[in-house]
């Protein structure tokens, strides 16, 4: 009976570190579309505000000249806001669709770059970080290289933060035992 029991502790043990350090990745996932708006802003001034708790934002820049009239968004401009000023932030890039290389860049709200700009072809994936300025925006601008380039782009949380939620929760399960003993 000891030994089913002292199993079954564990079992719950592990499975609230599974929730903690796994948790806030599935949970956070709040994935916002372009299209949802119909364009995001075309420069610094005019760049997207998304809404807070946004984490994962997909997009599309094109240069059609082609058709009549021409159809052209050759850049997109989003912020993440709302982060915390001073902690570590990090981005995932992915070119998703795309004939030519897209460009990314990441920056404050005044244009200064927080981290290396990189060019993807599609498929290709890459993830840049940095540290969340004073103002606690992260803009982020995509740049079609070619005739259209689709995009998405995810606010990955940093694994400190997802193992200290974890180790909060062995904390109160912890106590929670401790209480629970018979005396």
């Known amino acids: 009976m000891r030994t089913r029991r002292a ?3 564990r079992k719950t043990m592990a499975a609230a570190c599974a929730a903690g350090v796994l948790g806030p990745l599935a949970a956070s996932a709040t994935p916002f579309l372009e299209s949802s708006i119909g364009d995001f802003g075309d420069d610094l001034a005019t760049r997207t505000e998304l809404p807070a708790g946004t984490d994962v934002v997909e997009g599309t820049v094109f240069n059609e000249t082609v058709v ?8 997109d401009f989003f912020a993440f806001s709302d982060l ?16 030519y290389q897209s460009n990314y860049q990441v920056s404050d709200q005044l244009g200064n770059l927080l981290a290396p700009e990189i060019d993807l072809e599609m498929g290709e ?7 969340v300025p004073a103002s ?4 982020v601008r995509v740049e079609v290289g070619g005739d259209i380039g689709g995009y998405r782009v995810s606010l990955v949380p940093e694994p400190a933060t997802a193992l200290l939620v ?7 399960l912890s ?3 401790r209480c629970n003993r018979p005396r």
């Open 7 to 9: 199993w079954t502790r």
């Open 68 to 75: 009549d009239p021409p159809n052209i968004d050759l850049l």
């Open 84 to 99: 915390v000023p001073g902690e570590a932030f990090s981005i995932l890039f992915e070119t998703t669709n795309s004939d």
């Open 125 to 131: 994936i890459a993830q840049r970080g940095g540290t």
């Open 136 to 139: 606690g925006t992260v803009v």
């Open 166 to 172: 974890g180790g909060g929760v062995m904390v109160v």
């Open 175 to 177: 106590w929670q035992r």
